[in-house]
């Protein structure tokens, strides 16, 4: 039975929320595999909007299995306060399983996000500041605290002592900033311990019996491809493996048991934070842009920088997670515009590129090469059918699909669930 990895293929924002929103009604479990609260899904239900940064979208829905795997990362103040909301809500928060193998975030983490920017000056990644490359940083040098460990008091005591005394040190010595209360933070941490409590467990274990059961399910991606460790505008990426590839180490299931990969592309492009944007606006259009889709970060309230579509990184994309089928979000944004365009190549001094650079100079350098279509100028949010979108709408949507060679599954043309158009169905 079907597993479906829904991830962005841009800088993240593309929509996934809504699409693994309505994709979640389908399927029995919906679990996250990489970052942390530095994501942010807005999904609206009933005209009722509910902002997650992280519990999996599935929340949403009664009755499903909702999975915060091992390659995420936790920050327990954060979990418990968006657990506490859902149920003010009247959201069932049963379903919830969390990955005893799960890095915590701790409150060092948070405060070195923040003195290292501060320390980075002009070189600043832009990061959303939560603690997340921090907390990556220690789980990689095998200092950190998994959630396993912060249920047992005399080990996470043992380990928040130890890890206490480098942090403030560091804190203190390199970045100028007073560290933690070891007693303050042990307390704090042991409580937030009891109210997890209840809902961890071994996740890779509950997933694959869902899977070895028949049960669907719906693997959400956060942040995106261009912001992957790897294959990113590295440094300018978070600290985790958005990748379709990401799924397998951050949810602890085999590469075979993934049958689909969708691909989430924004019908124009946006990024957050610093780096590289080939097809970056700097005028009215990108303003139009901005103002219309409320362009605007879900977790930072930061202005996202705004631009053409580029479909060189959505096939960069397409390619490095072998994605079945795009689901194009937002594309009402574009109705009123006249022209539109999308950029199908890069230039660098002078010839076109085969491969995706992997230089941030050269990224910084590149010419792209636009492919100009006619607008559609007329309103699409209530079409629910791909033959009622009008030509232009269609044109573009096709070149789209042509130049980074991957088929259309489903277009999003409003934040509602029924303002979808489906072209696949993708739980079959
Ligand atoms: P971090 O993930 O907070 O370390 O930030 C690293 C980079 O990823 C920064 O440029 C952030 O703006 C960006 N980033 C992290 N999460 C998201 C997201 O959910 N959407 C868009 N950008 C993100």
Partial sequence: MPAVVVMGTQWGDEGKGKIVDYLAEKADVVARYQGGNNAGHTVVVEGKEFKLHLLPSGILYKGKTCVVGNGVVIDPEVMLREIKGMQEK???TSGLKVSN????????HRLLDE??????????????KRGIG???MDKNSRCGIRVVDLLDEEEFSEKLKRNLEAK?????AVYGVDGFDYETVRKEYLGYAEELRSYVCDT????????KNGEKILFEGAQATMLDLDHGTYPYVTSSHPIAGGVCVGAGIGPTKINTVVGVVKAYTTRVGEGPFPTELFDEVGDHIREKGH????????????????ACVVGYAGR???IDYMAITRLDILDELATLKICVGYKYKGAVMDEFPASLKVLAEVEAVYEELPGWQSDTTSIRDYKDLPLNARRYLERLSEVADIKLGIVSVGPGREQTIIMHEIFE
């Fill in 134 to 136: 921090p907390c990556y």
């Fill in 101 to 108: 193998r799960a890095h915590v975030i701790m409150p060092y």
């Fill in 204 to 211: 890779s274990a509950t997933l694959n019996k869902a899977i």
């Fill in 115 to 128: 003195a290292e920017e501060t320390y980075r000056g002009d070189h600043k990644i832009g990061t959303t």
């Fill in 90 to 92: 009247g959201i069932d």
């Fill in 168 to 172: 403030n040190h560091l804190l203190k």
């Fill in 295 to 310: 362009e605007y970060g879900t977790t930072t309230g930061r202005p996202r920088r705004c631009g053409w579509l580029d």
């Fill in 320 to 322: 490095l997670s072998g």
